[in-house]
């Protein structure tokens, strides 16, 4: 049987947008020395906190903006780091999660989908505000038809009521839906749901040990096209 694909949608932070990028963009910037080494495991402790927050938040009925959420595992992470009396830098590093780099295969994999006639969207924890600062400062709005936040329904991903906004939004069965996230936990929840799933798995780890696996994994995301049929 032939599964048609008429809305791809994507999650943000990590998938199109480079969650690395504030750190190593400030450690570059004169007058944040205490990043040059330590600019990598700020990233990766900052991007653990921030995801490790979201589901304990989420299967506690706890929620909060994922801004509260991003500045608590930023904190956890300069703590962790020796970074704690950095305030300046603390608050040029958040400044810089509102204008992330998007990955630069990114646009021209939006276009094709678009080009090609599908609804392209973003799903993410993100709020609303987070979204558009970086969908803007990557230029990428014209791509997407729209960018869908959890503030809508209160709860993180994975849970089912947020994967229950693409089809309230787009008028879509599951199947219908390719789904792409770098995170492995994310693209199997996806999975679950009854999304057609890809998992963008940059740094080749394992494949996550749950119930469900993702339909398709690429090590970025310029073969999305390709798995859409376009």
């Not at 780099?101 to 993100?126: D, F, H, Q, V, W």
């Not at 505000?129 to 400062?137: F, I, R, T």
């Not at 008028?171 to 995170?183: E, M």
Request: include cysteine; aromatic fraction near 10%.
């Amino acid at each position: 049987m032939t599964i048609t694909i008429s809305c791809c949608v994507l999650d943000a932070y990590g998938t199109l947008f480079d969650v690395a990028a504030a750190a190593r963009q400030a450690a570059a910037e004169p007058g944040y020395k205490a990043l040059a080494d330590t600019w990598p495991a700020i990233a990766r402790d900052w991007r653990l906190k921030q995801l490790q927050y979201s589901w304990l938040r989420a299967i506690t009925n706890a929620h909060t903006d994922f801004w509260d959420v991003t500045a608590d595992g930023l904190d956890w992470a300069l703590n962790a780091n020796g970074l704690t009396e950095q305030s300046a830098l603390r608050q040029r590093l958040l400044d810089l999660y509102w204008e992330l780099a998007c990955y630069s295969e990114a646009p021209e994999m939006l276009a094709r989908l678009k080009s090609a006639g599908l609804t392209t969207a973003i799903l993410s924890n993100g709020s609303p505000g987070m979204l558009n600062g970086a969908v803007q400062s990557a230029g990428i709005s014209d791509l997407l038809d729209d960018v869908l936040s959890v503030e809508e329904v209160g709860v993180f991903k994975p849970d089912s009521r947020v994967y229950d906004m693409v089809g309230k939004r787009f008028g879509c069965a599951p199947t219908n839906v390719l789904f792409a996230s770098s995170n492995g936990w994310d693209a199997a929840g996806a999975a679950g749901y009854g999304f057609q799933t890809v998992w963008v798995n940059r740094a080749a780890e394992p494949v996550d040990r749950l119930p469900w696996t993702p339909a398709h994994i690429l090590p970025d995301l310029s073969g999305i096209p390709d798995i859409a049929g376009v």
